[in-house]
């Protein structure tokens, strides 16, 4: 029948609830113009590994030959160790990048947000009507970063996000590019001083041609919700 074997595509695990909300928010959002998605800043964390292995590695051996040092993937526990990093951007310019060793806690993300995002919306965005995107980890939900944001509502918005919805974030593109320029350049960070250099380094880095044209794309694709997940792969392949 020349069915092969393939590996099955990751997506969010999505509740029918999930996919009401998702549905909801494209439509708040496909009318959106770009004057009004180049004011929104979009923020991720993403966790960053010594030695990454994605579970992808294959080879080709005889029988006996599994445990060949040329047939094997080796890991490490945890990965070897690494770090997280929050960061943010918006059409206009790149924002902070901010390391964190450990997990991201309440008091670590008000911090974060007290003192590196607050800077950058007022510098990003010279009129008041600014929105700040973050998705819904438990840290950004702590009743004291709420609270924050609720005092600074005449500074800037807080977007609505759908839960589990990380395929509609252009952070998650910034990752991933971020990702493949450290697993092509050689050698491969021994450390994690090395890694976390790398890191910021390919962050300051990064052009404003790719960043302003993933806004550009998302601003076409609000209507995701619509036109499937087609229609939305096609317009990231141009950004790629």
Known sequence: MELCSRRATRVPLL????????????REHRDWTMDEWIRVAWSDESRFLIHHV???????????????????????QAGGGGFMI??????ATLGPVVLVEQIMKAANYLNIIADQLHPYMVFAFKNENRIFQQDNAPCHKARI????????T?????????????????????WDVMEQQLRTQTPPCPIILTLRDRCLDIWYNLSPVKYQKLVAIYAQASYICFEGQ??????LSRWS
């Open 145 to 152: 970063v709420l609270d924050w944001f609720e005092e600074h």
């Open 230 to 235: 087609k229609r939305r792969n096609e317009l």
């Open 154 to 174: 005449d500074e800037f918005h807080l977007m609505s996000w759908p839960p589990n919805s990380p395929d509609l974030k252009p952070m998650e593109h910034i």
């Open 86 to 91: 929050w960061g943010t951007f918006s059409w």
């Open 15 to 26: 509740t029918k609830r999930h996919r009401q909300l998702r549905l909801q928010w494209a």
């Open 54 to 76: 994605d579970g992808r590695v294959r080879v080709r051996r005889l029988p006996g030959e599994q445990f060949l040092p040329s047939c094997t993937a080796r890991n490490t």
